[in-house]
Nanobody, 128 residues
Framework: QVQLVESGGGLVQAGGSLRLSCAASGRTFSSGAMGWFRQAPGEGREFVGVILWSGGSIYYEDSVKGRFTISGDNAKTTVYLQMNALNSEDTAVYYC?????????????????????WGQGTQVTVSS
C-alpha cells in the first residue's frame, strides 16, 4: 500500500520558517516526481513546487520563489519543503503529491491530475 506521510506543519508568526517533510512508502517514485500543493479555505489546490527525480529539476510557483526550497533525499523517497519568510497568504493545508512518471506536456507538473498519490495534508497557519 502506497503512503505519503507529511509532517512539520504548525503555527508560525509572519516572517518565520517551517520545514515540511513527506516520506513515501510502498513503492518508488524514482522515475517520477514528488511535490507540494496547498489549499486555502474556499480555494482550489495550488501548485507550490516539485522535484523531478530523473534529472533533479526543481520548479516553484512564482509566489514562493526565493522563499521556499524543495529538496530530497538520495533514496528519492522523501521530499522536504523549507519555507522561509512566511506571510499570511501562505496559510493553507499543504499536501504532498507523487507521480510515478513524468510527462512531456508543458508545465504538466502544475496540474494535480498528473499525480497518482497524495498525502493527508498538514496545516500551516501564519499569524500576522
Amino acid at each position: 500500500q502506497v503512503q505519503l506521510v507529511e509532517s512539520g506543519g504548525g503555527l508560525v508568526q509572519a516572517g518565520g520558517s517551517l520545514r515540511l517533510s513527506c516520506a513515501a512508502s510502498g513503492r518508488t517514485f524514482s522515475s517520477g516526481a514528488m511535490g507540494w500543493f496547498r489549499q486555502a479555505p474556499g480555494e482550489g489546490r495550488e501548485f507550490v513546487g516539485v522535484i523531478l527525480w530523473s534529472g533533479g529539476s526543481i520548479y516553484y510557483e512564482d509566489s514562493v520563489k526565493g522563499r521556499f526550497t524543495i529538496s530530497g533525499d538520495n533514496a528519492k523517497t522523501t521530499v522536504y519543503l523549507q519555507m522561509n519568510a512566511l506571510n499570511s497568504e501562505d496559510t493553507a493545508v499543504y499536501y504532498c503529491a507523487a507521480a510515478v512518471t513524468t510527462f512531456l506536456g508543458y508545465l504538466w507538473y502544475r496540474a494535480p491530475t498528473y499525480y497518482n498519490h497524495w498525502g493527508q495534508g498538514t496545516q500551516v497557519t501564519v499569524s500576522s
